[in-house]
């Protein structure tokens, strides 16, 4: 069931109550009471006013002339902008006056790292602080290349490589400036913060302190340490930052023969690529068996308190989550949407029992931790279910090996399996924009449709499907419906491959696999492309060159290319100053090789972004981007 572009003038839009209440503020309101009217607090109260005062909604126009396919070692940007590089991998995020300097031969240690930005950065937020021009950027660290980050690689390994790799894992808070145009980070600064694998966290909600989360150094089962492969992220309308925690099992090794749950969730002997668990028993789940269950949740993190302790919050689910996007329904509750970026998994919804309260993070504590949990199921006629996550009502009782709902919480993959929801080509980035579609990008599968594995269904219509597709719905109601409407908005694809299967109907500039998502204060959506570079290497995406980021308006389906990446990078991240002049975009992992693992005899082998030192190595850095007339970015 595809409906590429349904009429750009949606005849429902005026109608739906849903674009009244989405979080994100409009550029009329942010003209109107400046940044420092831009708080967190006032941010919440404006995603809660916005009706007085979006009425239509914003129209969506792309002003720029897109820029051409490229495999150039710079980033490209349309004529009339400038992209500034900022806070690069292993520059200090500001924690004290004496911050270690970034060491060009990856010989920084483990505690000098963790007072640096990770690696690999991928979700960004933006909160703006009261001083005009100034914000916090909160960034997510999504993985390392170990072949990059020590001076010889795993050549050899130790507990203070292993160390280094936890510390670069993670998060950074850095407080930004701009003066002139130009951005700068702000050293030292109060706000300034790194969360790694190790920062002591808390379990809340309905599986905190479960026997499938207790282990021997927490037997109580609240206490986590740290968060790792840290994907999308989102900002609440009460001014915090929800993390994910992706591919997390990938950090642990198994047992030669994992129980069922082990294997749902893919643990396996010799499956941890980081051999952290070599110098860290914690990462070997043949002692510490419970430990997996303690990661794939969504962490809830208050950028404006350095001394607050994230939560994982178990009421949302447990899956190797990419995307949280958090909106309100028009009495004030949260809902937080949610995919699994894996092959065959889920996407989810959680709508909270309460309200939000006026007062920030402090007021809304436990908002995340009562409600109910939904999985999606995307019916052949167009319509969709979301299905409860409910504890004792069939099939998900005792009899069906759900004891409690904490149980059905840390084992959410099995009990949407018992629910029959729709195994989906990997949800990754979720987003919604003012007219209340909820966009989602199913990023590829290839395994669609080969061999013993699902084949094609109305949700996901191509088998071997290499070049990914974005789907949209709409809610029957307000957020916190049950049931929704969906088509796809586009199926991407290179339109000189071969393949028909791979070919898209992409109206504009063609793009494949897209990944990151953000719907701006005009309603432009971009999207933001993750083609391996193993799929690059192998000549499959022959017309689609570099990464890149692209604009699409929804009104019309036009698609743009608006920025090319250096080799070797996925573009990942993008968020945004309240008053749409600039927008920072996270270039991730460039000079990534083939095998994935940097040579380290030869870290410049593929690429040399964005120092170009004769001595350097490439690094995950944010654009700052702007137009040169200081104009909004996109028109
Ligand atoms: Fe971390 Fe799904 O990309
Ligand atoms: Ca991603
Ligand atoms: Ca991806």
Redesign the pocket.
């Known amino acids: 069931m595809s409906h590429p572009f349904p009429p750009p003038e949606d005849s429902n839009d005026s109608a739906n109550p849903n674009i009244h209440h989405i979080s994100t503020p409009s550029r009329r309101q942010v003209l109107k009471g400046g940044w420092a009217a831009m708080s967190a607090q006032v941010f919440a109260a404006m995603g809660l006013s916005a009706c007085a005062t979006t009425g239509q909604g914003p129209r969506a126009a792309l002003g720029f002339k897109p820029v051409g396919v490229n495999t150039l070692d710079q980033v490209t940007v349309p004529e009339g902008y400038e992209a500034q590089v900022l806070v690069p991998w292993g520059e200090p995020v500001g924690l004290s006056g004496e911050d270690p300097a970034f060491k060009w031969d990856a010989s920084n240690t483990a505690a000098e790292q963790a007072a640096q930005l990770g690696m690999h950065h ?1 979700g960004i937020q933006f909160l703006p602080l009261p001083a005009l021009g100034t914000g916090l950027l909160v960034i997510n660290h ?1 993985y390392t290349d170990d072949g990059l980050l020590h001076r010889d690689g795993m050549a050899t390994w130790s507990a203070e490589k292993v160390r280094k790799s936890q510390a670069a894992h993670g998060l950074s808070i850095v407080e930004v400036t701009q003066e002139q145009g130009r951005w700068r980070s702000v050293r030292p600064s109060p706000y300034a913060r790194r969360i790694t694998a190790h920062t002591p966290m808390h379990f809340s909600g309905p599986a905190a302190g479960h026997s499938l989360l207790r282990t021997a150094a927490d037997p109580q089962g609240m206490s986590p340490l740290g968060t790792f492969n840290n ?2 992220n989102g900002l609440t309308p009460w001014g915090t930052v929800l993390t994910t925690e ?1 591919n997390f099992i990938g950090y642990f090794n198994g047992p030669a023969q994992p129980d069922a749950h082990g294997k749902r969730w893919g643990l396996r002997s010799g499956g941890a690529g980081y051999r952290w668990h070599e110098h860290d028993a914690r990462f070997d789940a043949t002692r510490h068996p419970n430990e997996p269950n303690r990661f794939g949740w969504l962490v809830e993190i208050d950028p404006q308190d350095p001394s607050s302790v994230p939560v994982k919050r178990t009421a949302l689910g447990r899956g190797s989550h ?1 995307a949280a996007r958090i909106v309100l329904t028009q009495d004030g509750r949260a809902v937080v949407y949610s995919g699994e ?1 894996a092959r065959f998994e889920y996407i989810y919804k959680f709508v909270s029992r309460d309200r939000m309260q006026p007062g920030g993070a402090k007021a809304n504590l436990h908002l995340l931790d009562h409600g109910t949990l939904y999985v999606a199921r995307f019916d052949a006629n167009g319509r969709g279910q979301w299905l409860p996550l409910t504890h004792g009502s069939h099939p998900l009782d005792a009899a069906h090996g759900f004891q409690d709902t904490g149980e059905v919480l840390v084992k959410s993959r099995q009990a949407s399996d018992a629910l029959g929801a729709t195994k989906m080509d990997r949800p ?2 979720i987003e919604v924009d003012q007219q209340g579609w909820v966009y989602v990008t199913l ?1 590829n599968n290839t395994s669609r449709g080969v061999g013993n594995n699902p084949g094609v269904d109305a949700a996901n219509p191509r088998a071997n499907n290499s070049m990914g597709h974005i789907i949209r719905w709409k809610e029957s109601g307000d957020f916190d419906a049950t049931s929704f409407d969906w088509n796809h908005l586009v199926l991407a694809g290179d339109p000189a491959q071969s393949r028909p299967q791979a070919q898209g109907n992409i109206r504009g500039d063609a793009f494949a696999c897209p ?2 998502l953000w719907v701006d204060t005009r309603g432009v959506l971009w999207i933001q492309t ?1 083609i391996s570079s193993n799929t690059i290497a192998k000549g499959e995406m022959s017309g689609v060159g570099h990464n890149a980021l692209l604009a699409l308006d929804p009104r019309s389906g036009e698609v743009r290319r608006f920025l090319v990446g250096p080799a070797g990078c ?1 573009i ?1 991240g993008m968020t945004g100053t309240p008053d749409g002049t600039t927008v920072f975009v996270n270039i991730q992992h460039p000079g990534e090789s083939p095998s994935e693992r940097s040579d380290p005899k030869q870290p410049r082998q593929y690429s040399n972004w964005p120092d170009f030192r004769p001595d350097g190595r490439p690094r995950s850095a944010t654009l700052a981007i702007r137009k040169r007339d200081g104009g909004v970015v996109g028109t």
Do not use: L
């Open positions: 991928d999504e994907c999308g992706e990419e970026d990754e980035w990023t990944d990151g993750d996925e990942t």
